[in-house]
Structure formats: structure tokens, C-alpha cells
């Protein structure tokens, strides 16, 4: 069945047909199609233009339909072009010509934005649950392990140790900007184009707040023009997941080197790792590597749907049709990637003996610069100095602790008895007590407001 | 001068040099920079590292310097690797050591981190003011030719009237989308990174919530690796940079579309046009289709800072210097385009022959069917009948409009006497009466929302 | 089954296997894949790990596998992981353990990167026909129109006339070099991974040029590290297509143009086109909507797989398995568009009256100059006079060649009477007869060319 | 001056004037544009429009700018719209009117497009110096390191042990890959613009193959329309340089990890790495995050071009200017990145020690299982039981080769005296002897391999 073909002649070409065809992947819409549906049925009710019993009849199969489609027992034809006309040709098979009076005032532009925009509202919170599982994941781990320090690199460099704690929580924070955009974009996607016809509006009479409150949206559009034609709803879904994405992609990556055997921090659970088929010993962090790689597609996603947007003229384009995979993507990869995530966090284990034999000296420089600036040093010139220290140790091949005394007064003669406790990471660690420091107290602060934070979000839910 | 060449043995190499010093593009930011090193200052004589005398020296200078950059007398020296050592290398020059106590419990990556934040916090409102100046002009456009029907277009085919009152506030209602986008992004923005250190936090005492304050920033960062890593907010701005730019290119595809001989809407003032060095008769709408070519390195902006970003894994890397270069250009090419955007749309003029000439009959179709369905026709059957009278207009190349009676009663007999009244533009037009709809009551009452959105924005401004 | 699973003592999480498992796209490689192995296993018959009878067992069954993957009668398990696992697994069912040998000194590391390219290999042929057939097209509209004069554009302004032909042929070009690009891919595509095992080569006794040529390919790989991990292959054949999808971007904006009721040069047949489900009257070219906006899909799919291939750092890492998504998804997309727009051209129809009076007399501007320039007057200087009577002309609202010869010699003495043989628009056309010029010898010129391309492109088929 | 403003009225306002203006980055095309004028110069001589007289006054003064631009005399003026405008300006300060003969029968349109693509042949043989330049340092470290053995890794785990020289040789293969695509690149971009005039081909009666050949190019453009607007050769260009940079994150992203701290194979020489302004031991290998982190400018500048060309309708249109940033930063990065690498690798130090200490005893589990295939085991058989005994080891916190055979026979008795010989990791690499094996003599064969393609290269230039 097509909606369109009173004025053609000629048969579509099949590879035109297949080509213009959207059901394979606009089928995902159907409960949300049937939705905006039955409101419509309703208006057209309130507007005369149904009568009590037709909108009735109509409505009744309309839910129907909706079971026929969540038992899977809905049976799609070679000829439904999109879900909007599979529905409406099974609601003929169903009642006759009665269905034909539904479409009054209302064009698939309008329809499908409507049916698009109410999937995501659908989705945007099962998709916020994983986020905030795995912020409860991290924070669990920072819990955990608030006295184990690690190396603090920059430029994949040891710099300064820090508390693995929090290591943790710095991606609990990236997750939170990702969730307070996301609850953004919620709010900009819950207005309603229903009502805007195919691009002018609708010459039915219709209430389209109390519409769009029915349909759970926020507010009805203001322009019928942009209405149809507007997708910053899906181009800022996926620019949010992409961003989602580089933050776990940054997760990711400090997993994959925590997992090397170089640096031996993590082992991962058998459960969230794989193996190799030719190499007997091997256990690899697939897992984190997909998250990382799947990144690219993300990226992907959202530099084609823009490039799709460019330049598009007129109110509708069927260009606007390339919008639904990359979103239905973009959802689909975070609720696959977040949860394995989440439970390969959970479950890996942490080999402390690699992580204590790995804090190199060299990470006290900065504390020794510190001891110079105490002893009325200007912080460039104990930067200096302590750097030529690190040279002479260098040269003999050795830490910066392993440097004694003496060596160190060559260098300068204010380096004195006291300087063995600069030599102390767990002191270096807790030196750093301002708001967002590594030190213990710090970082236990942090966990508060963290905590905080799942709290107001177990609230939004 | 170099701030870190204690432990090095050999020169850099020029090669090496000139690659990784970023003074070419960073420059922008001397006057945040100095900002932040004042405050700076204050917190170290809070601390007890600078002594009032001291810090007041500090500051005094720092003021200079900052006059000298606003004069442009500042001399950058070839060893200037980047604006914090500029800074403090012109400081050394007229402080002496002093100036080595500066950089005290401070690192280029939360400095550079913060200097950004301040810059994009000072620009965001002089992109503002530009974007709500565009709308202004879009408003004025619609009050103005609020009588004027054009065809409106789907798939750039016509396909039904419509003001071009609507048309105009159609782009006002996106552009108020990436207001809001780019108010909520400058929150995200005003959280300050100062006092994180290279990466772990810093060791002076510091109450960050005051020197966030003092700084213009809303909240200090909750986590030292988040901060000096977090480039969120920059590619947020990119992000809505390129989704404004969108916007435009769609604006511009329209005008440029109006401008041609065939469409003949619109001409250009000669202000805003450019002509051809061989064809002497050529007017050429180049600004927009700037406007619409610059929305392709908008794309690539965002597409490259995002891919830069992906799986980098600690705290800070020096692929994160690739962040500005991308900003800037996306600021300073939106704050070249609007302002000749919004010239070129108060300049131009109108053809209103050409436009009444191109209103063709076959817009009427759905007003014919809405005609059946008045009759009790259900919808569907009513767009077939409407369909055949089309196809056999088409037959005798005619528009609908000029079929006779009797023709369209060969397709219906519900057709009668009363059809003439259909075919009126204005008619059509005004049935539009929803929200969002075309009909002159409806555009009269989103002039008004339009107008009380552009006072909020003064509001908030 | 797993390939991998001895050293392991816990089972895949389910989420895990989900995400890690790729049967739901590399099953494409399946006929690939079985002619890998016989290949292999040939090789560890000469190397003495099968002996004759076991290679023929396995040979035998390999293709009884084959068979079932062509007839659809392959039944998948939920523990396939991949094409290679499947494959190995039903091969086990039908011989036992003998099956087991075939994994010997090879890894799937070196047999996804052959499967892959020996996919590519067979798939680029069909894609080269379906683009020549395009170019087939093009040509005989060429030939068709080679009478018929449209207005050329610059800035979508009129700006010279030219021969449809001439725009016909200028599609015809870029396809060309489309397909060169192709075919040096080809030539890279058809280097064997084969025997590189895991990352460091094979340690079967094998002669990998033999193996090569047996299997289709020019060369060995030169290096394993690189062999594993190339997929310079796969991007670039996503580069061309995304590069081939620009062009048929611009060829689909020109149509999508042409078939405006403003323009009205070109009706689409109804076989390519679709219609609206509210307006009857509309017929609307999708076809060529979908060309234009899947090219940001094809944009998106060569982004995002740069993107993965970013910073990755050993020989395979598991992001590598995000190159297939694309690749399939490019090369489908590009065989659904290729046969859709060559029977759209095939079958539109021109509306020659229209284009008649669409040429506007201002393109003669040129001629006019040159006119002038022929009596003496330097190009720059008649560039100007022709500009003033352009400005004289467009204020009474008239084109140039309305203009009387005494309001052309206000502008200039050079004009005669001998002026009115400049506005013809066939002379105007023939006069650009070199190379490449839409003069209509020009243009019969071209066809030759285009027909001696095609010819040889016939020949490397 | 303009080139253009004979038939304005108005003055072009400063806003859109300097939107519109591109001589501050199409000035690097100044000697192109001056070497293109003379050759049309002689053109016009042919064709009777300049005496003998006029050519060579107009020549000798073209010839006399050039120089200017070289020694930096060349005065730019607010008013030169682009270089061409520039250039005929200062041809008309020096000759008078004589200079406004020049652009007879050419255009604005096919001069970029001839003066571009000229740029591009004559940067092209540098960019292919410097590329061969560190595919020459990689073979001499190849050579160099031919006896050291390194961890091989998959999934950032180790997996095989393997020669450095064999690590280095794989970056070499890349490279020539990217130096292939540039000389076909090269061929693509040697056709001929000139004589395309705006859109339609010259009027000027012209040997354009003559022409071609003149200016070093293989042939001219078959089509006016095709030739002013085809960019492929820029995008090609991009995608060149884009691939090129993915292959240099992948070596960069191996340095980095090779120089921490944890792996410690390697150290970067003082020239060729920075320090921390805070953190006075730091010595960090920015050159190679550049590196990297600029692969995502890189990808940014194709996107955007790509982007830009999308959809763009007709000959020439203004977003075409868009194409010369990128490829100017494509190729200034490269020039950038290329010298310094080399320099880098062939400065750093290897930290022999190191290196043995990480040949981890599990790296010879693949050994382990030809051993047992060896003993007439199925592979996949014996890949499970030598998992097995990883799993034996790892619970005992052992490498494989810390077992002793007992515990290896309980696991399987075919296990043996003769077993010890497998754990030798020179014996190991000494296995893989097919081409492209890490084996030193398929290593050395595989120097005499690039050896001879660098010859050819040389051939080449």
C-alpha cells in the first residue's frame, strides 16, 4: 500500500522502492507511531471530523496493533514503506475505509518527528540508569581503595602519586557533565511538531498544548516550518553520546595500560575478558578495546548526520531520513558498552605489590622543589636546582631518593638532614588538601559531594 | 626562556622548538593569562609564600604587562614558548627573581586550563549579543512582509503557501535553540581549574571557592585529573558553533535558492554581493554560500578536536594544545558571518511579481481535499481523488487550478459550484490557525513569542 | 564454542560475549573465509602437519560448508563468536578432531585481514560495473541532448548558456576518476596477510607467494607487524566511496534543482519518484534527497573508522573489528544508488519550452565584452562598459539584449549595429571549441573521449 | 581595485568585503598565479589579442613581481580581493592599461583552479622527501637493532617476542603505502584547469594541450564544468595526509608507551623532548602527543572539505574557496611533524636492560603448543592444554617458564626432558621464516626489500 499514488501512472522501480523504503529500521517507532496515533484520533474526534464511535473503533485497534507489535506477532508487508503506513494498513485490514479518515490534517513530517522525538523521551532515561550505574561503580572503587596510591601520570610520564581513589572519580565527574547534557537535550527534544502538517501547519482545529501534554511533551512547537524540519534533537543525542563515548574511550585506554604487563595493576575477571586463538596464554581487555574503537563510529555518527544537515533547503528533505540509524546506534552501542563497563570495573582485581614497586622517586621532585620554596627559595630556582639534581641522578642511573645527602648539597646547600621526609609518597599525597586535590581528606570530600550528586539523580529519576 | 630546562643536557632542537611552542595561536589568551596570575598572586600572599610588599610589586607589573599587550607594544622574544612563559619571562625582565616565585604551586596545566575557561567566558556574550542581533533583523523581516504569500517548499517541490513571515521566523526558532545550547554550555565553563596543579592538586592553602569568585567562575573543579584534562566546554562551543553554522547553511541554501533567475524572490543589495571577473552581469550571493561552505570546517573543527580527544589517558597530554586553534576559528568565523548575514537580510529586496507569478494551483491539492473530506470523503480516499484530478491536469499541462468543473466532476461528483472558493491563496493560508501554523493570526502570535524570547535574552545580557 | 578458552576459568559474562561477538556482520566474509582455510590447509599438507588424506577430508568438507552458507542452510549458534569460530566449529561437527588441526600456525589475526580483502576483491568488480553502466547513461543523455542549450551556473546565477551534453559529461568525468581511484585500491587490496599467524609471522614452512597467487592476491605482505593491523585498505575504499557519494551528491542537487517548478527543466518519471501522504499534487524526487543525504552517512562512516585507527598502538588490537560496519554499510549504499539514479536519468523527460525561455539575455554579457574586446577595447576595461550597461539595463527592468543599440552607445561608441549578432545563444555556445569547451564540436569531441574511457574500462573488466 | 564592479552601485560593505577576501591565505599561490599569467599571456600572443610587443612588456613585469613576492617587497593593499586581484593591480600600477588584456577569455575560476593545482605539483616532491627521509632513518634503526629482541604485543599484551628492527620495518611499510597514494595523487592533480574560463571554456582560440605542457601539466581538463569545481585532487590530498598522520599516531602512540616508565625501552633524547614548568624530573615525548594529537586536525580538514563539497550544485560556487586552508595546514603539519620525528628516532637511546627484564616467560605458550603439534596434537588440542598450564602457572603467580616439567606433565604427559629448549626466546623468533616473519633472516631479506623501494623512490625524484 502506498499513501501517495493517486497521481502516478507508472508502477515505483523496485530498486527505487527499496531504496526510498524506511521500515527496516523506522519499524523501532511503531509503539511511539501507535501513541501519537491514538492522540490524534482523539483531536480529530474533538475537531468533528471522527465521530464518538469511529474514534472508538479506531483507537481500540489501534492498541491492537500495539500488542500485535510487543508479542512480535505483527506481520509486515514487502509494500509498508515506513511504519506510519505498515500501521495504517494494518488498521484497514482491521476496519475498512474508517482508517483512511486518520490521516486528516496530518503528514508523515509531522508524524514521524512526533514518533522520533517520543522514542528518545522513552529511552533518554533507560540510558541515564546505565550512566549512574556505572557512577555507583566508581565511586563503590574509590570507597574501596581510598589508601592505595598510584603513580599520577602526564604525558604517560610518573609525575606525581596520587590516590587511585582518585583516579576513580575523576571519571565519575566526566559522567556527570555527560548526564546533566543529556537531561538538557531530554528538555529540548519534549517539544511537540504534531500539528504541523507537512510543513504548514494544520487546518484542523486543535489545542496543541493540551496535545502535547497528553503525549507527554513539554510544549507544542512555535514554527510548522522548522517543526518538520528541526533534528538538533538527534544531532545533539549523538553529540552527547559521543562525548559520552570519548570519556569512556579515556576510561578505557588507562584500563588497557593498567591491564599491560608493564604495568601490572589490573587483572580483569575472566568473565569480561577473551582469548586468542592462537596464543594460549593470552587474556586481553577486548572489552575496554571496543569501547575505545566503537568511539570512531561515534564520531561517525555525528559528523554524517551534520554533513546530512548542511545546506538542506526547505522545511522537509528526504535527506532527513538518514536520521534514525545513527541514533538508534549511538543508543544501542552506550547500552552495550555501559554495562559491561560497569561489571568488568566491578570485577577486576588490583595487584598491589606491581603498584607499590611502580612509584618511581623521580615523583617527589615537585615536593622537593616545595622544601627549597620553604627555605625562601623562589619556586624557579628550586625548579632548577631540583632539576639538576634529577640530572646527576640520571647519570648515575638512579631515583632521586636514591640520591644521598651529600650529592644533594652539591646541588645546593639547603637541602639539609631534613630532606629524607620529603621521601614519603603518603605524605606528597596528603599535602594536597584544597577542594579537588588527591589528598585522603580531599578525595573523601569528594566522595560526599559525589555521592550528592547520584542522590539528586536518583531524584530526577 | 624556558620554565623547565633543569634537568636537560642539550638544546632543544629548532625543529622540536617550533613545533611544540603554541605562543602563534595562544597569544590570545595574555590578557586571561595575566588575570589569572593576579589572583594567583593574591592566594600566594594568603599562603604566606608572597609578603604584601611583594605581591603588590607582582601585581602592579602584571597590570603593566597587560597594558602593553592591549597596545600591542608587548615584544615577543623567539624563546617565548607559549603566553604563561611570555608572561613570566617579561615579569622576570622588569621584577627580576621576584618574578620565579609566581609559578609556586601552579602549573601551566591547570593555568592554561583556567586562561581558556576565562577567554570563552569573556567571548560567549559577544557571540550572544551577535546571534540575538541576527534574530532581531529575522523579526523585523516578518513584521514587514507578514501580507507576503511564497510558495512553501517540501523536497523543493511546491507544496503549499505559506507567509514568508513564517519562513523567516522559522530560522529565528533554531537560532533560539543554539542560545539556549550556548547559555547552558557557559555554565559548564565557568568552573575553574586553578589550584589543580599539574594533575594532583595543589600543595598551597587555598580556599578555591573564593579565588573561583574572585576569577568570575561559578565552582571550583571537584577533581585535579578531571581538570586539567576536562576540554569539554571546548568542544561544547564547537559543537554549538557548528550546529549554528547549520543553521545557517540552511538560511544561506534559501536566499541563495530566492536569488537565482529562476526563483527571482529576492536580489541582493550590491553592499552584500560580489561579481564575476569575467561576466560582467554576474551578481553572486557569495556571502551565504560562504556562510553555507563554512559550516564544512565548523564540522571538521568539531570532528577533530573530538578525535584528538579520544583515548588519550592521563591527566593532561600535550595533544590537548590541538584544542584552541579549533575554538578560535569557530569564534571568529560566526563573528565574521552573522553580522554580514544579518546586513545582507536588512538590505535586500523583494520581486513581488516574481513571487505572486510562482504561487502555482497545484499548492491547492490538499485544500481539495480537505474540500472532499469537509463532504464526508475519509481523507485517504479523498488524496486519491485529488490525486487523479492532478494526473489529469498534468495530461493537459494545466495546474489544477485551471481544470474546469466539469473535469474535476469526471473525478468526483462531489465536486460542485463551490470549488472555485478553494483556490485562493489567502484562504488557504489563513486555515492554518494552530500554533505554530501559517495563518496570519498564528505568524501575529509568534512574532509576539519571538519578541518576548529576544527580551528574556536582553535580560539575561 | 571458544577458541580461546584454556586458560580461562570463569565464564564470558553474557554482556561481554554480546558486545565482544561479531557473526552478526563478519558472517559476510563466510565464502572468504572457507577459501582462506582450504588454502591453508594445502599449505600445512606441504608442510607435512596434514597429510594428504586429512587435507582432502577437510578440503571436502570445507566446501560441503560452503555450500550450505550459499543455500542459507548454515545454522548459527549463540556461541559462534565469529565467522572463523563458526566455520571451525561446524567443521568439527561433521570431522571431530581432525578439525583441530586446521588452526595450525595461523591466527585470526592474519585470517580476518585475508577474509576481508579477499571480500573486497570480489565486491570491487561489481561496484566498477555498476558505476561504468552510470557512466553509460550519461554518455547516451549526452548524445541525446547534444542540441539542447541550458543556462550554466556559477553561484547558482546564470552565467554563460552551455550544451546539456556538456553538463551530462561533466558527471561523466568525475565518475572516471572515481573509478581510477578504485582500481589503484583494488591493486593495494591484493596484498596476502595470510601467514603472518598472531603478529611475528608463521612458523609453517610456507612459501607465501605461492599461497598468494593461489588465492588471488599479487603479493605477500612484506612486514606481519603491519600485515595484522593494516587497514589502509578498508579506509580507502571508504574514501572513495565517500568521495564517489560527493559526486552523485552534485549531480543529485542539479536534478533535484532542475525538477523545481521554478526551474522546471526535468520531470522525473514516475517510477523513480515518490508522492506525500497529506499533498496529493506532489511528486518529489527522494531518490536523488537520498543520494545527497547519504553522503553524510559515507562522510561519517570514513570519519569514524579514521578516527578508531587513531593512536592505535600494537600490531592487532581489538578496535580493529569496527572496520567491517562501515565498509559493508559504504559498499551496500553505493550498489542501492548506483542502478536507482541510472534509471532516473534514464528515464526523465525534459521540458524543452522551458528551458527555452529560461535562458536570460544577461549571459551574453561575456559575449558582449568580447565583442568589445575584438574592437580593441582591453578585456578589463570592456568588462566594465558591459557592467554599466547591465546596471542601465536591470533599471528598467529589462535584460540586456532588450536594450536598444542607443542605449548601448550611451555606454560606449564601440557598439554598432553588427551588436545584434551577439545575442544568439547557439553562436555565444560554439564559440568555446577548445578542449574541453562546450562548443558543440567540443562536446562531440568529449563523447569520443568519454566512449574511449568506457571502452577501456570494458577491457580491465 | 575589483575585478568585478562595473555593474554595482553601491560600495561593498567592509563587513562582507572582509568575509569575502581571501588574499590572506591564497597570497602563498603568488608565484603559481604569476606563472600561469605568462603562459596565458603567450596564449593570447598565439591567438592575436597581444602583439609580440604587449607579451613580452606584460611578461618582463610579471617576471618583475615575482621577484617581489620572493624578496617580500610585494606591498599588499586593503583592496586586492585575492592574489589575482593583487597581481593585475600591480601589473596595472606598472603598465598601465595594458595589464587589463591579460584576463581575456579567463576567469577568475579556471585561474585558482590552474594556480592550485601548480602549488600542489610543486610541494608535492618535497613533502615526498621528508617522507622518504624517515623511511630512511627507519631502515638504518632497523639495521641497527637487527639482534635485539623486544616484546611483541596484541591487545597492548604480550604475545610473541619479536626484533625491534622488524617493529621499526612496519612503520617503514605504512609510509610506503602513503607514498604510493601520493604519487598517484600527483598524477590526478597534473590536469589542466587553464582555458576553462568561468564555467563554459574559453573563447580564445588555444592549443590547451600545448598550453599543459608549458606549465608542467600531463594534460588538459576534458571539462569546463567539471574542471572549474573538481576539487578531488585537494580531498585526495587531505585524505593523503590524514592517512599518513593515523600511521604516524600508531608509531607515535608506541614511543610514548615504550618511554614511560613502565616499559622504559626507551629514552628520548634532551633535543628532542620537554619539561614541566611545575614538575622539575619530567622529560616528556611531546613531539610524539603532537604527533598524535594532531592526527584529529588532520581528520577535522578532510571532514570539513569533504562537508563543504556536499551537495554544491553548479560549476563553481563560492564555498570552493574553502579548500585552501586545509590543504596548506595538511601539508605545513606534515613538513612540521616529518623532520622532527626522524630526528627524534634517530636521537633516542634503548635501554637494553629493560628490554630483557620484559620478556615475560608466558610469550612462549605458542612455542609451547608446536611443540605439542610437533608431538602429533591437534592445534587446538594442544592451545587448551598449554592454557591449562598458564592457568597452573598464573595461580601459582608463576611465568610458563617457571614450571618445572612435572607440573607440565600433569597436564599433559607428552610434555618432556627435551621441553626446555622451547623457553628460549631467540629460538623462538628464529621460527618465523616465511617473508614478512620476524626471524632476522626474513628481517634482513626484509631491509634488502625497503632498501630497494627507497631506491626507487630515489629513482622517482
Chains 1, 2, 3, 4 share one sequence.
Do not use: C
Not at 345 to 357: G, V
Amino acid at each position: 500500500m502506498k499513501l501517495w499514488d493517486g497521481r502516478f501512472s507508472t508502477e515505483t522501480a523496485k530498486s527505487a522502492w527499496d531504496l526510498n523504503a524506511s521500515i527496516a529500521f523506522d519499524q523501532r517507532l511503531a509503539l511511539q507511531d501507535i501513541r501519537g496515533s491514538i492522540a490524534w484520533a482523539n483531536v480529530l474526534n474533538s475537531a468533528g471530523v471522527l465521530s464518538v464511535s469511529e474514534v472508538e473503533k479506531i483507537n481500540h485497534t489501534l492498541k491492537t496493533i500495539a500488542k500485535e507489535f510487543k508479542t512480535n506477532d505483527f506481520d509486515f508487508k514487502e509494500t509498508d514503506e515506513d511504519i506510519h503506513t505498515a500501521v495504517e494498513r494494518r488498521l484497514g485490514e482491521l476496519i475498512g475505509d474508517l482508517a483512511g479518515k486518520l490521516h486528516t490534517g496530518r503528514s508523515r513530517n509531522d508524524q514521524v518527528a512526533t514518533d522520533f522525538r517520543l522514542w528518545l523521551l522513552d529511552h533518554i532515561p533507560i540510558l541515564f540508569e546505565k550512566l549512574t550505574e556505572l557512577q555507583v561503580v566508581l565511586v563503590k572503587k574509590a570507597e574501596l581503595d581510598i589508601d592505595l596510591i598510584i603513580p599520577g601520570y602526564t604525558h604517560l610520564q610518573q609525575a606525581q602519586p596520587i590516590l587511585l581513589s582518585h583516579w576513580w572519580l575523576s571519571h565519575f565527574w566526566s559522567l556527570s557533565r555527560d548526564i546533566e547534557r543529556l537531561l538538557q537535550i531530554k528538555e529540548r527534544t519534549a517539544v511537540m511538531p504534531l500539528g504541523s502538517g507537512a510543513l504548514a501547519g494544520t487546518t484542523i482545529d486543535v489545542d496543541r498544548e493540551d496535545l502535547a501534554k497528553e503525549l507527554g511533551f513539554d510544549f507544542p512547537s512555535q514554527n510548522s516550518l522548522d517543526a518538520v524540519s528541526d533534528r538538533d534533537f538527534a544531532v545533539e543525542f549523538l553529540f552527547f553520546a559521543t562525548l559520552t563515548s570519548v570519556h569512556l574511550s579515556k576510561l578505557a585506554e588507562g584500563i588497557i595500560l593498567f591491564s599491560s604487563q608493564e604495568f601490572g595493576f589490573i587483572e580483569l575477571s575472566d568473565a569480561f575478558s577473551t582469548g586468542s586463538s592462537l596464543l594460549p596464554q593470552k587474556k586481553n581487555p577486548d572489552v575496554f578495546e571496543l569501547a575505545r574503537g566503537k568511539t570512531g563510529k561515534m564520531i561517525g555518527n555525528l559528523t554524517g548526520l551534520l554533513a546530512t544537515l548542511k545546506a538542506l533547503p526547505s522545511a522537509y528533505d528526504k535527506d532527513l531520513q538518514e536520521d534514525k540509524v545513527p541514533v538508534f546506534n549511538a543508543f544501542d552501542t552506550l547500552m552495550s558498552l555501559l554495562p559491561v563497563i560497569s561489571g568488568a570495573l566491578e570485577t577486576l582485581s588490583l595487584n598491589h605489590e606491581k603498584i607499590k614497586a611502580s612509584l618511581g622517586g623521580n615523583m617527589m621532585a615537585v615536593s622537593l622543589a616545595d622544601y627549597l620554596v620553604k627555605k625562601g627559595i623562589p619556586f624557579r630556582e628550586a625548579h632548577k636546582l631540583v632539576g639538576e639534581a634529577v640530572k646527576i641522578a640520571n647519570n648515575k642511573e638512579l631515583d632521586l631518593n636514591e640520591l644521598s645527602l651529600a650529592e644533594f648539597r652539591e646541588v645546593s646547600k639547603e637541602f639539609d638532614s631534613d630532606l629524607s621526609d620529603v621521601f614519603d609518597f603518603e605524605k606528597a599525597v596528603s599535602q594536597s588538601t584544597a577542594i579537588g586535590g588527591t589528598a585522603p581528606l580531599a578525595v573523601q570530600n569528594q566522595i560526599v559531594s559525589a555521592k550528592k550528586k547520584l542522590q539528586e539523580a536518583l531524584h530526577i529519576k
